[in-house]
């Protein structure tokens, strides 16, 4: 069993930053790489930003390019997701998810990749 709790979600006027976190237990967290989605109402989820196993390489939607930072703290088991610039169409509900494998050269965009998901924290940006 792997838990997946993602927190930092919340009510941003535009232009402001947002630091979304994620911890996972119940796996040996520096072993997997670790991805952040995000589903609109009605649509599926779609990949933010992933990061390797060991910090490295970092992938990013276009979307978000240039304005967000993915990172991670093995030894605390988390992963975070920054947001800069935040925009109106950056409102949807956030989720982290664990690689399905260990020791992946490069994360996924993939969201058939991730075995593992929390249950999604809500970001909504005012205008």
């Known amino acids: 069993q792997v838990d997946v709790v993602e927190s930092g979600g919340g009510l941003v006027q535009a232009g402001g930053s947002l630091t979304l976190s994620c911890a996972a237990y119940?796996?040996?967290?520096?072993?997997?790489?670790m991805g952040w989605f995000r589903r609109y109402p009605g649509k599926e989820r779609e990949f933010v930003a992933a990061?390797?196993?060991?910090?490295?390489?970092?992938y990013y939607a276009d979307s978000v390019e240039g304005r967000s930072t993915i990172s991670r703290d093995n030894p605390n088991s988390t992963v975070y997701l920054q947001i800069n610039n935040l925009r109106p169409e950056d409102t949807a509900v956030y989720y982290c998810?664990?690689?399905?494998?260990?020791?992946?050269?490069?994360?996924?965009?993939?969201?058939?990749?991730?075995?593992?998901w929390g249950q999604g924290t809500q970001v909504t940006v005012s205008s």
């Open positions: 998810a664990v690689d399905h494998s260990a020791f992946r050269p490069a994360p996924d965009r993939d969201a058939r990749e991730y075995s593992y």
């Open positions: 990061i390797g196993w060991h910090g490295a390489p970092t």
């Open positions: 119940g796996r040996t967290f520096g072993n997997y790489a």
